[in-house]
């Protein structure tokens, strides 16, 4: 047993994986040998829900069972609709909201207890989680404006029927399609932080809802989720200054700001993701005949990878995109969730397929044993 210290576990492999493949130096993500770039243009949220669950694309058959599945399932019970407009009323942070619920979810599900190594039992569960957190995000984001829910449609995919939720108002084909492929891209990534955190929960072969749960926890705090909301008020920020881009990103950095949306703990080059929304972010803006948030996003790449050798993540172009479709600022954080439940189930049933309970240690730096006073003498 080795005692040299690994801060982070940055380089440590604790398991394997046949989930998802990233190529930090080259640039590329793999999803079961497929490439990210083929699956956002040619699969659907759906098929690669099944592709990470079940370890192979659906035939058509498959794939008309699974979507059904998942239909049926978006219904979420009164009690939990009931507390998300607690909360919502409360003015809660969107992912405390979502933690919260899905959490709930347990109390309404008849497999709930399933034992983890009941394989089954856990696709059934991992169904249902991911089918009802678009109904409970949706629900939450419309009554904090004072409006009332909207009941899922059985007629429209999962990334349309999110959006008809959200807006009351059934997505066009060119929304739809980039909500979808937005949501593919967010499903796996490696062993990131939310996803060793439902590896860690799972591992105790505890159940799948607290896995799911302690991953949305993990993804609420800053280091890992939250950055695209953070490049959108950026962009905000910028469109409100009398300052150019450059001019703005020169001061921000000047004053000891940090830009939002750059460098990864994985890739030294563009993150594949960042490389297929921003052609989303512009044939959005095109369409709407405003590419202000486009060349805003442009402009601070192109600076940030002259003077400080920087690329962009996910984060950075997601923002602009998701602004466009109208979504609200403070869920795009929650919509990473939305997405990457799927990616938290695939590891929980792959990992506990073979077992190990995660227990790493600490080196100890406290002091030597003392001896122990009596409290009059303390």
Not at 62 to 68: N, P, V, W
Not at 95 to 107: E, F, N, P
Not at 175 to 199: C, K, P, Q, R, Y
């Amino acid at each position: 047993m080795t005692d040299e210290l690994k801060k982070g576990l940055e380089g440590v492999l604790v398991a394997e994986s046949e989930l998802s493949r990233i190529d930090g130096d080259a640039g590329e993500l793999v999803y079961r040998g497929y490439t990210i770039e083929d699956l956002a243009r040619d699969a659907s949220f759906e098929e690669v829900i099944y592709l990470l669950w079940h370890g192979h694309l659906p035939d058509r058959d498959e794939l008309e069972d699974f979507e059904a599945s998942m239909v049926t399932e978006r219904s979420v019970d009164d009690d939990v609709m009931d507390t998300v407009a607690r909360l919502a009323a409360a003015d809660e942070n969107p992912m405390a909201a979502l933690r919260t619920a899905v959490s709930m979810l347990s109390a309404y599900d008849p497999d709930a207890d399933a034992p983890a190594s009941d394989t089954e039992a856990t696709l059934r569960k991992g169904r249902r989680i991911t089918a009802k957190i678009p109904t409970i995000l949706a629900a939450l984001a419309r009554q904090r404006d004072g409006d009332d829910p909207v009941a899922p449609r059985e007629d429209l995919g999962h990334a349309a029927n999110f959006l008809y939720m959200l807006n009351d108002e059934e997505p066009d084909e060119v929304l739809a399609e980039t909500f979808d492929m937005a949501l593919v891209l967010h499903a796996d990534h490696g062993f990131n932080a939310s996803t060793f955190s439902a590896i860690v929960t799972a591992s105790t072969m505890s159940d799948l809802h607290s896995a799911v749960t302690s991953a949305i926890g993990t993804l609420k705090g800053p280091l890992h989720g939250g950055a695209n909301q953070d490049v959108m008020e950026m962009l905000e920020e910028v469109d409100e200054s009398d300052m150019g881009t450059t001019e703005w990103v020169d001061t921000a950095l000047s004053e000891d700001r940090r830009i939002p949306g750059f460098g990864h703990r994985v890739y030294n080059v563009k993150d594949p993701r960042a490389k297929i929304l921003g052609e989303r972010s512009k044939a959005l803006g095109e369409a709407a005949g405003d590419l202000r948030w486009y060349e805003y996003s442009t402009a601070i790449e192109q600076y940030m990878a002259d003077e400080i050798g920087l690329a962009p993540n996910v984060d950075f172009y997601s923002a602009s995109t998701y602004y466009q479709m109208g979504i609200p600022i403070d869920i795009y954080t929650p919509i990473f969730a939305m997405s990457r439940a799927s990616g938290w189930i695939a590891h929980a049933i792959e990992y506990t397929a073979d077992n190990r309970l995660i227990r790493p240690r600490a080196r100890y730096t406290g002091p030597d044993t003392r001896e122990l006073p009596p409290v009059d003498e303390r």
